[in-house]
């Protein structure tokens, strides 16, 4: 932590206050390794959202040869079908980007739902709950993902809800651990006592403190949306040809890759780059806001450690 | 004193890594042979920074400016860090604060002991090392049967578990031990064990002892010289009997008034406001703001040390007038106290899960007054409160409020039920939404119940707010901007703005300082005769129970060993336990009694003002 000076105590208490989500992005970008996330993300953001408008030539447009190689009329050659890579790839980003946003949002709305009545509940409920939970966690993400579309058909809508069903689960193992921790804080049993509703007690008292857990569950899970979604592309699911997604052109152009006449690489790393840029942005974010919450977390330990008397109160009920 | 002090500190100062702002500033004391010195001071003072400092130690993140350390001569501070190593855990011994944590949770503590003679006795073989640790063992009253030795720390008590800690601090005959609040978390009877036990081997081996506490009353029982400490200073340094006996500085008198003691009822009188933050000095006497006797000299400079009445003092306004003198409290009965009690607890068996931890226990408080439930950690007086509360359901039994039958848990109660009865938690640190102002917690529980408009919720959040003696700049901070004390205010704050019958305060002041203690011990009384509240007062403090309580419940084992009015049971105990408890608890000598002065209702004018 070497963003704190001389400002000290003052300056630690203005931050921690802000310990909801935004804050915790605003302390994120201030060290060189959330800068460094967030420049990543927003490089691929602007890829997505302004490359439809500054496309040179129609996505589906055929302009050159297949395996073109790169030339002033396609900058980054032609793809499997002569159509040309750069428009491709510019207008190809914006829907995976929203379908993993979609998928992240919906799997982890679910998935910490499930988590925190889970926890509060406790007992049956919590058992029955957390025994499904096992259930979709035998299966790995993606084939979980598969087996959905491959049954329901390959609409966008139920990839995305097949994805968001794959992280369900894993969101909720993590919510219940944090939330368990939570609801056995005193202020928890402080709100109970006032006869408060269970909705309310875990809306109002529990789900504030998660903050930071979810915000970096949210972040992993992006992640990992993009790259299943990518595949599941890859893999001919989700959008269909000939519509532009970099998932299914890395398929489409994979017999383009070599060197020598007749290849262009650019179809299959072109996409690649992108997708890992994404990812690692991504990631590289995440990572630094769960840091710097748990920073933030061991400063606010405001109980004064050299206290002699919390022996007896971490000691549990006498 | 003919030959030279085995440890002389002269001038410490340690600093924090980055700033360069000191923490510990000038400290200098020097310990015999023989002898133990008591290092004192609230929270945050420096004075564990100080302990460590003997080992040639700073914690992360601080590093030693300037001053020298020298045990037997040798400046510790000079020496390199393989050196050092070598001195600790052989001619410098330490007991740590916490020995659950302190010792190693997978390894025999038999062979815990050995470790420490094997590395630091090179050529001694396996029968001289099993000697002198048996040897050991035996000095700190342990018995080193095979059984104990082969023990996990887990499977010892806590008193057992800190004799294994002083027997690795003496194992290798050291010339210098320092103790860090070892014997906090330990009862009282096990304290006085492990306290006749750190004496009587300082004395037999000549060893010198730097013992950190905040504890005065066990300090003053226990220690030769004293040395209390105010941010990163000693402010007073002299021998305990004149310290104690006649502290001249402000500081020590305060903190000696805040101590409750369990000869007499004595007004609690804290010391208000809060210490400066570890490297936040002010400028001027760092006390000055919290002084009754500061003026403009001590504001704008520093005092420095002078010898005064044969005591070191870092003040410009020493008091001059001997003793300490307390005020005592004439034992207050209310008037309608006699008649239907209004709470009452009958025949009340409570488990966790298949285990029980409440045996037929039975008490009752009458309208307006204040019981003290009293016992030893696991004895079940927390588990007792829980259930009046309603936030432990396993129990069977009778309680009462007002005639009227109390359900089990908080869930099948009726609102009315939940706000006549508030319960006031333990940890401060743990009891407020970190989330929310001080303003939203206080103002929550009239939303849940209702009845009231935006207006008056926010007249009566104010009202109280005032009763607690908080600022109403305070309804917009959040708990990690608030001390300890302040947290516990608001804790207060948001159970009695609901206006209930009953408050039920479940250990409030442990986690506090001594000085803050007396503060909000004092308060609440004051709170109590002017609400006409029914108290519960959960406590393991036996001396606290004199200020606060008019009846008293001791509880051991889950069972009520001994109850009454508090006069009778502390003056006259009849039951064998009770008279042990009492006898095991340290009190502090040499203070002076003014007359029955004071009673309930004039307790907040100053009580120690000569």
């Given at each position: 932590?070497r ?13 921690r ?38 496309a040179?030539h ?22 499997n ?20 946003l979609?998928?992240?949002?919906l ?7 499930a ?30 993902a ?6 329901a058909g ?24 944090s ?14 006592l006032?006869?408060e ?27 990992y ?94 | ?6 440890l ?15 923490v ?17 001071g ?12 003997m080992?040639?130690?700073?914690r ?10 020298a ?10 860090q393989?050196?050092v190593?070598k001195?600790?855990g ?11 944590s ?15 003679l ?48 002083l ?42 002892a ?10 003053g029982?226990?220690?030769?010289k ?9 402010v ?20 000696l ?42 504001v ?19 008091i ?22 209004h ?47 309603g936030l432990h359901?396993?129990w ?11 359900p ?17 938690f ?30 008056e919720?926010?007249?009566?959040v104010?009202?109280v ?10 309804l ?7 001390s300890?004390g302040?947290?516990?205010r ?6 009695l ?16 300082d ?21 108290l519960?007062?959960?406590?393991h ?23 009454g ?5 502390l ?5 064998p ?12 000598k040499?203070?002076r ?16 003002r000569?």
């Amino acid at each position: 932590m070497r963003t704190s000076k001389t400002g000290g105590a003052n300056e630690g208490a203005k931050l921690r206050r802000k310990f909801e989500a935004w804050g915790l992005i605003r302390r994120a970008l201030r060290t060189t390794r959330g800068r460094v996330g967030a420049v990543l993300v927003a490089l691929v953001l602007i890829v997505c959202i302004i490359g439809p408008f500054i496309a040179p030539h129609s996505p589906t447009a055929f302009v050159t040869t297949p395996y073109g190689p790169p030339s002033s009329v396609a900058l980054l050659g032609g793809d499997n079908l002569g159509r040309d890579v750069l428009s491709r790839v510019l207008c190809g980003g914006w829907l995976l980007l929203l379908s993993a946003l979609a998928a992240t949002l919906l799997g982890v709305a679910a998935g910490s739902a499930a988590g925190l009545t889970a926890a509060y509940s406790g007992g049956r409920v919590d058992g029955l709950i957390m025994r499904c939970v096992d259930v979709l966690l035998a299966f790995p993400a993606l084939v979980l993902a598969l087996l959905l579309v491959s049954v329901a058909g390959p609409e966008l809508w139920l990839v995305v809800v097949a994805v968001a069903l794959a992280h369900a689960p894993q969101v909720a193992r993590v919510i219940r651990a944090s939330a368990l921790d939570i609801a056995e804080r005193d202020f928890v049993h402080a709100t109970e006592l006032l006869g408060e509703r269970p909705r309310r007690v875990v809306s109002r008292e529990i789900l504030p403190s998660l903050t930071s857990p979810l915000m970096v569950e949210a972040g992993l899970r992006l992640t990992y949306s993009i790259m299943i979604i990518a595949g599941l592309s890859f893999l001919g699911f989700g959008l269909q040809p000939p519509s532009p997604n970099w998932g299914a052109m890395i398929n489409e152009n994979r017999n383009g890759l070599g060197v020598g006449p007749g290849t262009n690489n650019w179809g299959v790393m072109a996409p690649v780059f992108l997708i890992a840029v994404l990812t690692v942005g991504v990631n590289t974010l995440t990572d630094t806001v769960a840091r710097v919450s748990l920073g933030i977390q061991r400063s606010s330990d405001s109980q004064p450690v050299a206290d002699p008397d919390l022996v007896l109160v971490t000691g549990g009920p006498a | 004193m003919t030959s030279m002090p085995r440890l002389v500190v002269s001038d410490l100062t340690i600093a924090m890594d980055r700033s360069n702002v000191d923490v510990v500033d000038q400290v200098s004391f020097t310990v015999d042979a023989g002898e133990v010195l008591g290092l004192v001071g609230e929270s945050g003072s420096g004075k564990t920074t100080v302990g460590l400092a003997m080992l040639g130690y700073a914690r992360r993140g601080l590093r030693f400016l300037a001053g020298s350390v020298a045990l037997d001569g040798q400046d510790i501070m000079q020496l390199r860090q393989g050196e050092v190593r070598k001195l600790r855990g052989a001619r410098i011994a330490y007991v740590p604060q916490d020995p659950t944590s302190a010792l190693d949770p997978s390894m025999h503590v038999g062979k815990q002991v050995a470790e420490v003679l094997k590395i630091h006795s090179g050529r001694a073989d396996r029968t001289q090392i099993r000697q002198r640790m048996e040897e050991v063992l035996r000095e700190v009253a342990l018995d080193p049967t095979q059984e104990l030795l082969r023990s996990y720390p887990h499977q010892l008590s806590g008193g057992q578990q800190q004799r294994i800690g002083l027997a690795m601090a003496f194992a290798c005959r050291p010339s210098l031990i320092v103790l860090d609040e070892p014997t906090t978390g330990l009862d009282v009877t096990t304290q006085r064990h492990v306290l006749e036990t750190v004496r009587s081997l300082c004395g037999q081996y000549g060893v010198a002892a730097v013992y950190v506490s905040h504890d005065l009353a066990v300090v003053g029982d226990l220690v030769d010289k004293v040395a209390v400490m105010y941010a990163g200073r000693i402010v007073e340094y002299g021998r305990t009997s004149i310290v104690f006996g006649q502290p001249a500085h402000p500081y020590t008198r305060g903190l000696l008034a805040a101590v409750p003691t369990l000869d007499r009822a004595a007004v609690l009188s804290g010391i208000e406001g809060q210490p400066p933050r570890p490297g936040n000095r002010p400028n001027g006497c760092a006390f000055s703001n919290r002084c009754s006797r500061a003026d403009e000299e001590c504001v704008t400079s520093d005092p420095t040390v002078r010898e005064v009445n044969q005591r070191q003092l870092r003040c410009f306004h020493p008091i001059e007038s001997g003793t300490l003198s307390r005020s005592v409290l004439t034992p207050n009965r209310l008037d309608d106290m006699s008649g239907t009690p209004h709470l009452e607890v009958r025949d009340l068996n409570a488990s966790y899960g298949p285990k029980p931890v409440l045996h037929e226990v039975a008490f009752s408080v009458s309208r307006g007054s204040c019981l003290a439930l009293v016992g030893e950690s696991g004895s079940g007086k927390t588990t007792l409160a829980r259930c009046v509360v309603g936030l432990h359901r396993r129990w069977e039994g009778d309680i009462q409020l007002d005639g009227q039958a109390l359900p089990a848990g908080y869930r099948s109660r009726s609102d009315v039920l939940r706000r006549q009865v508030q319960f006031i938690f333990q940890n401060p640190y743990t009891a407020l939404n970190p989330r929310r102002t001080i303003g939203a917690t206080i103002a929550y529980p009239l939303q849940r119940f209702g009845g009231l408009t935006r207006a008056e919720q926010s007249e009566r959040v104010e009202s109280v707010l005032r009763d607690v003696a908080l600022p109403t700049s305070y309804l917009s901070k959040y708990p990690d901007q608030l001390s300890g004390g302040e947290r516990q205010r608001v804790a207060i704050a948001r159970g009695l703005v609901v206006e209930p019958e009953v408050l039920v305060c479940d250990e409030i002041t442990s986690a506090l300082d001594a000085s803050v203690q007396a503060v909000i011990v004092e308060m609440l009384r004051r709170l109590q005769a002017d609400r006409g509240l029914t108290l519960v007062f959960v406590t393991h403090n036996l001396a606290l129970v004199r200020s606060i309580a008019q009846d008293v419940v001791v509880m051991a084992h889950g069972r009520v060993v001994e109850s009454g009015a508090v006069y009778k049971v502390l003056d006259d105990p009849q039951m064998p336990y009770t008279k042990q408890l009492l006898a095991d608890v340290p009190r502090l000598k040499g203070q002076r009694w003014d007359a029955d002065s004071a009673d309930v209702h004039q307790t907040t004018a100053g009580a120690e003002r000569p």
